[in-house]
Structures are given as C-alpha cells and as structure tokens.
C-alpha cells in the first residue's frame, strides 16, 4: 500500500507566521494533491502536482503556494497565515491508474 | 461551482438495513468516479471505484451504481453495520488530468 505522510497531527500558529506544511509519499506516484476540509464543504482542492516542479491551480489557492523538488515531497505552503486558514489538510498521492492515497490529516489551528 | 454533490448532509440507517448513499455532478468530463470512508481525525480511506464505461460494481457489502444520463451515482451498503459509521465522500476525476473533485460528504450513522 502506499503510505502518504504529513509531517504534524495538529498544529497551531500565530495570524501572519509563515506555515509549512510537509508531506512525503513513497510509491513514486506522480500527482500529489492537498486539499482541506471543512464543515459542510467537503474536501477541496487547493494545489495539485502532476510531476516534480509542475503544479497546477486547485479551486481554493488563493492565500496559498506549493513546492514540489522532489517527486516523494509536497509541501502546502501558507505565506501568511489567517484564522480562516484553519482547517483540517488533508495530502494525496496517485497514479495514472491508481486511486488516491490520503495521508492522516493536519490539523491546523490559527489564532 | 460545486462539481459533485452530495445532496444528503447526513443520514440514519438501522443496523443489517440497507445504506443509500447518492452523489451528483455536473462534469461530463470525469471518466472515473470513487467513494471514500472518512472517521475523525484521520485521512479518508478508498471504498470502491466504477469508471465511466461501467454502470455497476461490486465489492463485498459495498455497491456502487452509475447513471450517466443522469449525472448519478449511488453507494450501497448491504447489511449496514456500526462500524459503516462515518463521513462518505463521492468523487469524480477529469480525464487526462487526474485530478480528483470531491463532493460535501455525507455522514452515514448506523444505529445498533
């Protein structure tokens, strides 16, 4: 199976810090997603990587920026942090034929 | 604009009766479609998958039925048990993008 891995559980920082968020995959699948959960709207999609350096806009990235150096890594990137960035984030890995892999969740608090 | 959704907030079933789980969308563009079991605090975990060539597929207690005139897809749980209990999202992928759009989600309880 694949394991998808994202560097913290639970998280909280300060409105304006720089947050990094990690996640490591390790079946060499090509696209790696991250996407957040919240309350009656579901699991969206804010970046998407389909190959090392590429990425491409989800439906949500405003407020957020992605980097993919390598092909196990993609990390979800808030440039200054606000309270309606806190949310559960969720990582994926897949495939060309694969499904999605998800990873255990961040829960991110900001305050 | 939402893509797929998931009409159906949440949902009560009895345990050993029969779960119904619907999802529409609007993208005529996905060629693949999944649903997914998500408990609190943790990633959600693949159920069963049916491209878009296929009208039905099978897996253990889990069904998943497609209508592509009507933009429809369904799960079904049978026999429904308490460990069924918990959030189900449907999802639809583009083709040639691989990108997966998710719907609401609907929370599934299975009462004992």
């Known amino acids: 199976d694949v394991k998808v891995t994202q560097s913290s559980r639970y998280l909280v920082k300060r409105t304006g810090e720089k947050v990094f968020l990690e996640c490591v995959q390790d079946m060499d699948h090509e696209n790696m997603f991250w996407y957040r959960q919240d309350p009656g709207l579901g699991l969206r999609l804010i970046y998407f990587s389909y190959d090392v350096k590429m990425k491409e806009k989800g439906d949500i990235p405003e407020g957020y920026s992605v980097s993919r150096e390598k092909k196990e890594r993609f990390s979800l990137i808030l440039e200054s942090a606000s309270t309606n960035q806190t949310s559960m984030y969720l990582c994926a890995a897949s495939g060309a034929n694969t499904e999605a892999f998800f990873g255990q969740g961040t829960r991110l608090t900001v305050v | ?112």
């Open chain 2, 1 to 112: 604009d939402q893509q797929v959704k998931q009409n159906s907030p949440s949902l009560s079933v009895q345990e050993g009766r029969i779960s119904i789980l619907n999802c529409d969308y609007t993208n005529s563009m996905f060629d693949y479609f999944l649903w997914y079991k998500k408990y609190p605090a943790e990633g959600p975990t693949f159920l069963i998958s049916i491209s878009s060539i296929k009208d039905k597929n099978e897996d253990g207690r889990f069904t998943v039925f497609l209508n592509k005139s009507a933009k429809h897809l369904s799960l079904h749980i049978v026999p429904s048990q308490p460990g069924d209990s918990a959030v189900y999202f449907c999802a639809g992928r583009t083709s040639g993008t691989y990108k997966y759009i998710f719907g609401t989600g609907t929370r599934l309880k299975v009462l004992a």
